[in-house]
């Protein structure tokens, strides 16, 4: 995460990064509705309504925490500004923050606003850091024509044609484009494929990787893509094929169909770690 | 089109199979997803702000032929819109759509509009202007006659519908399919040199995709 390694200095640093978050806030929130900050946080008030889990959205408490969170960010980060799938971004942190004080089977069912205000203060001010950092090592995939992503589906297509030539071969067959499916699972970071209990375990494994949001990420899409060899393999068609990539049966999926995958990416990453080159052409 | 042709149920192709893509454009939230999802699984449900581009299917049995339409619903924002023609490249018809309570949506329409002009040519893609939401008439912004008469003077379909109700959902994309295949046949009832008046079944099963 963003606290120092030293331990002693964590509970200092954590108590500035909340006082700084309340001062953003402070600073900018109120400009939500100046002209050339409106189109921002319409966008995002539009968005959080439809944002998932359902348990969430309907609280009113945390629809506001989460529109100051994004709006914050947006206004801080002008050259990508607001895009539309950060705002799936902010739930993991959320939810494991809120975690901290409840059983994890209440989560379905938890009122938020029932917790203390400043608890409450704590997790919005750790949410928005965790968001921030993350964000911070993929801000290319929000920028202007979203390069980031174009690049890192680019190389995703690179990585299965020489992990698995016959599935990569089988989607070019039939004339499936990559970025036809693998644009969402950048730009979310997996978290539409996989139920957020996995999102949460998978990213507790990007956090403690070196870039795992970014590089390690991408071992991940691999191994989740040839993880669906059979079934790609068996569908002949692009209809169906697409209907697939789009809607991969993962509902019941738990940790353990995380460690697995994670274990494949790790198992990757290393048998290419010698040779960065070889997943260019 | 011809390209898109399969082969039909009786040697003489008498009932093609034809697969149409459609693109749906327009503003963030005002109703895209849903109306695909209206259209394919009849039913409505609050969606998640599409990211990149969601795909479904449809197939229509008519009379005179099959349709399987591809349909391709893309994300409205506009920070989106410079991956957007990625999908919509190859469309053979694209629903733009507006929401009829918030007007700035339907001008956002007419942008989209001169993107797919630029695009295409008038007689390469078929267009409808559908205002969607009309469940929320007390909140109307955008009278009907104005998206009609503007869907007039640029030779589009029109059609207000609602996905939340079910109205009209099916009729658009039914007069989408009823234009195209109207299109194949006048492109088709031209003689060819050696007096064939079928599509060319040598060609069936080809398909080009560029996105």
Known sequence: GYLPANMDRRESTLKRKRKEYFAFVEQYYDSRNDENHQDTYRQIHIDIPRMSPEVLRLQPKVTEIFERILFIWAIRHPASGYVQGINDLVTPFFVVFVCEYIEEEEVENFDVSSLPEEVLQNIEADSYWCMSKLLDGIQDNYTFAQPGIQKKVKMLEELVSRIDEQVHRHLDQHEVKYLQFAFRWMNNLLMREVPLRCTIRLWDTYQSEPEGFSHFHLYVCAAFLVRWRKEILEEKDFQELLIFLQNLPTVHWGNEEISVLLAEAYRLKFAFADAPNHYKK | ?211
């Open chain 2, 1 to 211: 089109i011809s390209r898109n042709t399969m082969p039909g149920t009786s040697l003489e192709g008498i009932h093609p199979t034809y697969i149409y893509k459609v693109v749906l454009l327009g503003s963030t939230s005002v109703g895209k997803s849903s109306l695909a999802y209206r259209y394919v699984k009849n039913d409505f449900k609050e969606s998640l702000p599409t990211v990149g581009c969601s795909f479904f299917t449809q197939t229509l049995n008519l009379e005179a032929a099959t349709i399987k339409f591809e349909i391709w619903d893309t994300a409205g924002q506009e920070k989106y819109h410079s991956v957007c023609h990625l999908y919509y490249r190859g469309a053979h018809a694209a629903l733009l759509v507006y929401d009829i309570t918030n007007k700035e949506t339907l001008n956002r329409a007419k942008l989209w509009l001169r993107d797919l002009e630029k695009e295409f040519l008038p007689d390469e893609i078929v267009i409808g202007l559908v205002g969607n939401k009309t469940d929320l008439a007390a909140e109307r912004e955008v009278a009907t006659e104005e998206g009609k008469e503007f869907a007039r003077t640029k030779g589009l379909l029109f059609m207000e519908t609602s996905a939340k109700s079910n109205h009209q959902v099916n009729d658009i994309f039914m007069a989408i399919a009823q234009e195209l295949l109207q299109r194949e046949r006048e492109k088709t009832s031209i003689p060819s040199p050696h007096g064939w008046s079928t599509v060319n079944l040598g060609e069936s099963g080809v398909r080009t995709r560029c996105c």
